[in-house]
């Protein structure tokens, strides 16, 4: 995953975040989980490393965090942000919970109907696609 990130541009940033996906990904299959919470943390964790990718520096790190939260880029978080992060929120909850309640799997089994768990990932991704800005540039034609 390092050489991945090299391939994309000769810098520590690039490095790092081939670094940090491949770290990811030793994890990932460490665990050997492959449930539906293990594949969305996955994929929330493996966001959160792009934010190395879209760097120009490793120095601009924490000017690029603090302007997540504050500053001037920052105007607050629509209606569909907060639904999305709160969805996000419920799926990392349930998969830190689930492995200490022994009774879950058993209550999901006899109780979860699958049509849910799918509808509820649909209005996952429809309120993260609608949240998005109107004009999105294609990342690869940065380079």
Request: with cysteine.
């Amino acid at each position: 995953m390092v050489v991945c990130g090299l391939w994309h541009g000769l810098g520590w940033t690039y490095a790092l975040w081939g670094l940090y996906h491949g770290l990811l990904l030793v994890a990932y299959h460490a665990r050997r989980r492959g449930d539906t919470g293990s594949i969305l943390l996955m994929q929330q964790l493996a966001v959160v490393g792009w934010i190395l990718f879209r760097l120009n520096r490793i120095s601009d790190l924490p000017v690029y965090l603090a302007s997540l939260t504050r500053g001037p880029f920052f105007g607050g978080f629509s209606s569909e942000e907060w639904l999305a992060l709160a969805l996000m929120a419920a799926v990392v909850l349930a998969h830190v919970i689930e492995p200490y309640l022994l009774v879950m799997k058993s209550v999901l089994e006899r109780r979860w109907n699958p049509w849910v768990l799918t509808g509820l990932l649909a209005l996952a991704m429809a309120t993260a696609i609608l949240s998005l800005p109107e004009k999105q540039v294609f990342l690869y034609f940065r380079f």
